[in-house]
Every structure is written in structure tokens, then in C-alpha cells.
């Protein structure tokens, strides 16, 4: 019996890659870059799965180009804003992703990148290998404490939920804005107060994002937003670049309207180096890696295959995002 034909969009770590081409006839595109649209259509065809990462757009095309023999897609990620889902459930074919597994780890990385910025790490490392620490001064890279200070959380799902249970160690105050959440027994467990947006962006010294990017996130911290903010607020997102309009952003932190960023996420990715947001010197940028860790991805990868298998086999996806194709 023929082994079912799947495309890999990227090299995954070798005991899933493994388990796949046990099952499968495996297509890899071995490079540390994506393979892009053109290629992307071309290795598709007469695929019956399609195994993605965040930067692999499957879409009505992408479908098309596979053929009806399409019976899984599986995103090797939390977020599936790279896959048409509409379109998939239209066709029946189940969406799987890797919900949960990068909660702790990722919002330790929100975490340090809050510690970071408020305390200026980066800066101060960069100012030490240049040679500028010259003496001890009672002035100098001065940054905020997180203890006792208000932070606002924008999205309390897993991750920001992580986050405000790690606040507490901080004794930190702690605001969210989550129309679709509500203050139940956990928030009432870390003293989470949820507020209406406005609120959150006025009281907080530190804001953390950790929303879905959708027609109504898209660019929700705009000029408008900063001009809420406290000139004091530092901006952390770990969640989706397009959340955060790039060119207000710039504004801000040039301008002083708020003291400091921190992006693990930018719009596009990766940031072009000509993107003046790296003139700053009051933002870090890190390149999308906070949930890289060697325990996450690989548990990632595991569900992502568990996910396609199932898909091929005709079972129900143990992680899908799309439910009603069933």
C-alpha cells in the first residue's frame, strides 16, 4: 500500500521528521528559509497533508494547487492566522495547531522582556562592551521597578493569564482588557481588575499583549492609543506583530510619548534592516522567540504530527481549530 504524500514546509526536529516518513512520503523543504508562494504551490500538489509553520500561507490557492485529495493541514503553532479557515471548513479538511503546550514558556519570555526593558538591560550591555561605563553614578541607566507598579494585560487567555500569575510574585497590580474574558475565579486568585481599554492604557506602567490578530486587533495600539499612555509606560509584545502599528510605535518612543518597547513579534517579519525602528535605542527586538525552547518545540512538533496522523487516518484532530468540519 502506497505511503499517503505530505509536504513538511520546513525541517522539524529529527524524531518527529522521523515518525512522519515511517508513515508517509515525506516532501521536506530542507532550508532555514520558507519556501515562499511560488514554491509553496509547486510542492503541494496532490498532497493529501500539508504540515506548516507561522510564516507558510495555506490558502484558497494553496488548497486549489493540492486537490481534492487535501484531508489535513497541521500548524506547527498556537496562532493559525497564515491558513484561510474559512476556506478550509467550506471544504471539510481540519485545521490542527499546538494550543497550550507555549503557555509557560512564553510568558516567561514576556516576562523577562518586561524585566528587561524596565531595567534597560540590553542598553546597559551594549553601553558596557562599548567601553561607556567609566565609573559608578547615581544617575545612570536609571529604569523602573516592576515591584508595586500596574501592569495591564491586553488579552487574558492562557498567556496572559501566565503572565499575571507571575506578576503576583512581583506584588504587581494588575489591570486586563479582554472583551471575550471575564473576571472569574482566576482573576479574583491573582487580583486581576478587568477594565475597559482606555482605562488599562492610562493606569499601567507596563502593558504586555497577548491577543489573537484579527480584523479587530489589527493595529489596536495605534497613535491614538499611545497618546493614552503614560509618558513612563513600557509597551512588551509577545503575541502578533500587526497588533502594534510599527510607524505610531516609532513615533512614541522617538517623541518620549512612552519610555520604552519590547517586540518579539514585528510587521513584517522578519523587520527589514532599513525599518527606522532600529535606530532606537529605548526598544528591544528580539526575532520571534518566545516559546524557543528546546522542551516547547519539541512538544510542538509532536502534537503537530499527532495532529496530521490523525487527519490521514480520518480520526478527529486531537488539537483542531476548526470543530465544524466534523
Partial sequence: MAKPRIFVTRRIPEDGLARLQEICQVDLWDSELPPGSAKLLEHVVEKEAILSLLTDTIDGQAMDAAGPGLKVISNCAVGVDNIDLDEATRRGIPVGHTPGVLTDTTADFAFALLLAA??????????????????WGLTQLLGQDLSGATLGILGFGRIGRGVARRAQGFEMRVL????????????RQVNAQQVDLDTLL????????HTPLNEITYHLIDRQAFAKMKPTAVLVNTARGPVVDSAALYEALKSGAIRFAALDVTEPEPIPQDDPLLEL??????????????????KMVRMAVENLLAGLQGKRLPHCVNPDVY
Fill in 118 to 135: 524596565g531595567r534597560r538591560i540590553v542598553e546597559a550591555e551594549r553601553f558596557t562592551r562599548a567601553g561607556q561605563w567609566k565609573t
Fill in 176 to 187: 486586563f482588557y479582554d472583551p471575550s474574558a471575564e473576571e472569574d475565579e482566576f482573576a
Fill in 281 to 298: 535605542d529605548n526598544l528591544i527586538i528580539t526575532p520571534h522567540i518566545a516559546s524557543a525552547s528546546v522542551e516547547t518545540r519539541g
Fill in 202 to 209: 492610562g493606569e499601567a506602567d507596563f502593558i504586555s499583549i
